[in-house]
């Protein structure tokens, strides 16, 4: 049965849609800007099933464009507040919180834990992003990836693609070069925007380890991603059924 708070998405969607939704299982590693609020919008939409993964904790820096983040979270480990705020929003959720920095033996284990619909990229340190990629093409498992949210103002640049067809952005730049020296040149949906970073916004600085920069950000842009990203999934969820 479709409990009454899906009527709305039921109404969009139709209720084979939702049921088939329901019964998904999707895998989302990555809980900042991007990865929190699409997390969110999949739970939203009805996906009954998630594993989402964030070793980090909350910092007040966070609160601009965080969804977990208020100054009353301060501190605390932002996979459980966020987990928490997934199962206000359905408290059927089958929800999975791992605290942990997905890193080789770690990404195979958990790619291999389960069967997944699809597999969210929304890291932003490029070895482990690299490598979870990596991994879901190894499995062919559906997977759709993030790109570089800082630094960035113009909405309307946002654009869904292949790997092989991003540009200007610094983040998919790295991935590509990384991914070619992998024998993977496309095949990887990805979002991105060519809008050009102004180098002036970011600083280098130990503070942002395990990453060597930290780059300025607008509230909303991380969540348009983000939005971005979750329509990606729940679009290609019910287009295969």
């Not at 900042?32 to 099933?49: H, L």
């Not at 070793?55 to 609160?63: A, H, M, R």
């Not at 990453?211 to 300025?216: C, N």
Request: proline share 4%; glycine share 8%.
């Amino acid at each position: 049965m479709i409990p009454y708070w899906m009527s709305r998405t039921e109404l969009m969607l139709g209720a084979e849609s939702i049921n088939s939704l329901m019964g998904k299982n999707v895998l989302i590693v990555g809980l900042g800007g991007v990865g929190g609020i699409c997390a969110e919008m999949i739970v939203r939409a009805g996906v009954g099933k998630m594993t989402i993964v964030d070793n980090d904790t909350i910092d007040l820096s966070n609160i601009n464009r965080q969804i977990p983040a208020l100054h009353s979270t301060a501190g605390m480990p932002k996979a459980q507040v966020l987990g928490a705020r997934l199962k206000d929003i359905n408290p059927e959720l089958d929800l999975t919180i791992l605290e942990i920095f997905i890193k080789e033996d770690l990404t195979k284990n958990l790619l291999d834990s389960t069967q997944w619909d699809y597999v969210v990229d929304c890291i932003d340190t490029l070895s482990a992003k690299t490598f979870l990629i990596k991994g879901c093409i190894d499995r062919s498992l559906p997977i759709v990836s993030s790109m570089g949210a800082g630094g960035k103002v113009d909405p309307s640049q946002i654009k869904v693609t292949d790997i092989s067809k991003t540009y200007i952005c610094n983040l998919a730049r790295y991935v590509r070069k990384r991914l070619q020296a992998l024998g993977i040149k496309k095949g990887l949906k990805v979002v991105f925007s060519p809008e050009k970073a102004d180098q002036d916004k970011i600083i280098v600085t130990e503070k942002a380890f395990p990453k060597k920069s930290i780059i300025g950000t607008l509230s909303y842009m991380p969540a348009i991603f983000g939005c971005t990203v979750a329509s990606v999934v729940i679009q290609d969820l019910i287009a295969k059924d």
